[in-house]
Structures are given as C-alpha cells and as structure tokens.
C-alpha cells in the first residue's frame, strides 16, 4: 500500500476484477448508492515497494439518489502470477490468514480496548467481495491523510515512537485476547515457521546466503566475524528452533512483517503525526516480541538512530506495553525491563535474518528489477537483484554498523 514511485509495477491487471463485484460493497457502504457511474483499476505500488501480493488502486464513482457524484477509492490486494510463489502461498493461505486477521483478530483487539474505554484503531476497513479468487479489500487510506514515509531515509525518533506504540499496543492486546479467549487459531500461531515450508525456504536461503558471504567480504571489518556467519548448523533450522514458542516467556502474536511500508502515518495539516496504522496481516506468528523487535527496528529505523537509541526505543515500547497491559487488565505478571532484553539476546537471529533479509529490501533504491520472482528466483536476472541489495553504498553503511553490533550482543554464536 505504499505510494506510487518513479518505478511502476509491471503486473497486469487480473481480468476477473469487475465493476460488477463492487456493486454490494457500495450498496453496504455508501448512502443512497444508485449506480456506478465511472470504475478504474491501476497499479497501487512501484516495483520495489511490495513483494508477496499485487496491490491495486480502485477509483469509483457513484452516482447517489439525488443525482450527485461521489467518489471512493480502495486498495485490492491479490496474489502474484508465479508459480513457486503460489506454491509457497497456496499452502499458507496467506489470503485467508489476513482476511481473518482483518476481520475477526484487529476488530476483537479494538475491541478490547474500546470495552476498557480506550479508542484504538489499527488498521483500515476491510470489505468483502463475491469472488472465489484470492483478494484483500480494504480501503484507501491516502484520502484520509495516510501515507507511507520514506523507507529510503529510515524512520525518525517519532516516527519510529509512533509505531512502537502501536506494536506495544498491538502485543498488550493480543497477550490479553489469549488470557480471556484461549489461544489463537493454528493458522495465526506459525507464519511461515511450518514444516512444509522449510525445504523450500532453505533452498531461498541458500541462494541469499552465498550472494551475501561474497558481498560481505568487501564490508568493513568483515575478519572480525567473518568465521560467525557461517554457523556449523543449517540456519532455517536454527530459525525454526527459535521459532517454537516457550510457554513460560511473555508471548504476544506478532505482526511478523512489520517494516515501513507496512505503517502507514496520517498526517494534520502542520505535519504532524496524528495516528499510525499497521497493514498486511499476512505472516503473523504467537511468540517472543523480539521478532517483531528485531524486524522493526533493524529494517526501518534510520541510521542515526538505529542502533544508538536501540535500548531507548525498546525502553519506550516496555513502558507503553506495560501501561495497556494495565488498562487492558492482564491477570498475569507484566514482563520486567530485563526479560524483554533477555529475550532480545536470547533470540538475536531474529535481528541478523531482518539485517541480511528484508533490511536489504528496504534500502534498494527503486528498480525495475525488484520483483517476487528475482527475490525467491536463482536464475541470473535474479542473481544480480540479489548482488545489487547487498552491495549498494546505502545497504553497505548500514550493515557495516548492525554486523558488529549483532556480533557484540553474540547474536551469531549458537
């Protein structure tokens, strides 16, 4: 959902989307709907700006019973005409999972919180389509002042304030819905850290691992941890080791994909930020904080910032955790400072995945050959997507910074 860019998407538009499929969803949600009177579809984000789904802007124009225009716009996501990654999609249900976490997981937690006499919002409306095809519909938040910053230059201290909020909001919530409700349906406990998927995704490692141990040799004081990047254990079972949840740690569902892209701030007139929204529910996973910790951070939060006010900014998300976790009356004991740091160290893969993963992403300037075929692919075309995330000035000073200090919290020694 992030906005247009320089670089346009090359998807084509699915030929099933059809004005005739919105015409409940404008029946339900515009007063006097009488007809359609005029119905686009285009491209909704630059390549480089998301991966795993298609996202699409729909405009509408209605005509209402006393003959005036009214126009609408929606974000339509849909999946991606690839073969291994519907495959890899296919069997997690990836559509299905964040439809249930739009419907029934972000409204429930709102809940919450409303019957604590608190207003907290999420994320945008989700609607519902006529359609056997695998879709998300939700509204276009731009008309409302919501915007994506720039993933280039990194989050600020409020910004990355603002969303720290709303994770810790999110995370006293979800701690909250499992003490009232019992645990989480199976398909919102796992993301992708189910054995089926782990053959696949080492064979993705392995293709990433090698273009980053070349790229890596040219890093500033690459000897100083060179011999801890390549771990005596396979990592993706490392991964999935860490990944089981231990029932005696604070446990919340994490957003499992939150990076810039995935916030989306609305702005007042002056500039300042009045609210944050979290989007794209699709990997959710009921475990340690410190993966959504590590993935924020590492891969969204500017330089200067990152890893000097790291221990600030998990201080900042401790105290309002522990401030809605109080509102939201959790019966259990809240979680000390020290015990979210543990865990931070404990699980510190979690930071050296988002640093060699999706931090590369993130900082690659807009290109026509960031695609979801040359991020899962191993032919040349994706070879050389991979070599130029990893090597680029702007990914270079950052992982200069992280490897280090990754490898000074022990984050390589398993």
């Known amino acids: 959902m992030a906005d247009e860019n320089n670089v346009k998407t090359s998807a084509p538009i699915p030929s099933w989307i059809q004005e005739s499929l919105f015409e409940n969803v404008l029946k339900e949600n515009v007063p006097e709907f009488r007809c359609i009177k005029k119905f686009e579809v285009n491209p909704g984000s630059a390549a480089g700006e ?58 429930a937690f709102e809940k919450l919180y409303a019957d604590a006499g608190v207003t907290v919002r999420f994320g945008p409306n989700s609607y519902v389509l006529p359609t056997e095809k695998p879709y998300i519909l939700l509204e276009n938040l731009s008309p409302r002042g919501f915007k994506n910053a720039n993933r280039l230059e ?7 304030e603002c969303v720290l909020t709303k994770l810790a909001q999110w995370h006293a919530a979800s701690a909250v819905y499992v003490q009232k409700n019992g645990p989480f349906d199976e398909k919102y406990r796992d993301g992708f850290y189910k054995e089926e998927f782990k053959p696949m995704m080492k ?33 993706i079972d490392m991964m999935f080791r860490l990944a089981k949840t231990n029932p005696s740690e604070f446990n919340v569902l ?3 994909d939150c990076w810039s892209n995935n916030v989306m701030f609305q702005y007042d007139a002056f500039g300042a930020i009045k609210d944050t929204y979290l989007i794209d529910y699709q990997l959710p996973r009921y475990g340690t904080p410190a993966q959504d910790l590590y993935y924020f951070l590492i891969s969204s939060a500017k330089y200067e910032v990152k890893l000097k006010k790291f221990d600030y900014f998990i201080k900042f998300y401790y105290d309002v955790l522990c401030e809605h976790l109080k509102v939201l ?17 404990k699980y510190g893969l979690f930071g050296f995945q988002t640093a060699v993963g999706v931090m590369g992403v993130v900082l690659l300037d807009p290109t026509d050959k960031a695609s979801i075929a040359n991020f899962i692919g191993d032919d040349g075309d994706a070879a050389a997507f991979k ?8 990914y270079r000073r950052h992982i200069e910074a992280v490897l280090p200090w990754l490898n000074n919290r022990g984050a390589f020694r398993f």
């Open 50 to 107: 998301n991966y795993a789904t298609v996202i699409l802007r729909v405009n509408v124009d209605v005509e209402l019973q006393d003959g005036s225009t009214k126009s609408l716009s929606y974000m339509l996501k849909t999946d991606h005409d690839n073969d291994m990654l519907k495959e890899m999609m296919g069997s997690h249900d990836m559509f299905a999972i964040e439809k249930g976490m739009y419907d029934d997981i972000v409204p």
């Open 154 to 160: 990194g989050l600020d201290q409020q910004h990355v």
């Open 203 to 235: 064979i993705m490692n392995d293709q990433m691992t090698h273009i980053f141990h070349e790229a890596a040799k040219t890093y500033a004081n690459y000897e100083e941890y060179a011999d801890y990047l390549v771990p005596a254990e396979d990592p």
């Open 254 to 256: 994490n957003h499992g």
């Open 329 to 345: 009356k959790y019966s259990k004991p809240i979680p000390k400072l020290r015990d979210i740091h543990i865990m931070l160290y």
């Open 387 to 394: 070599k130029l995330m990893f090597t680029n000035d702007r």
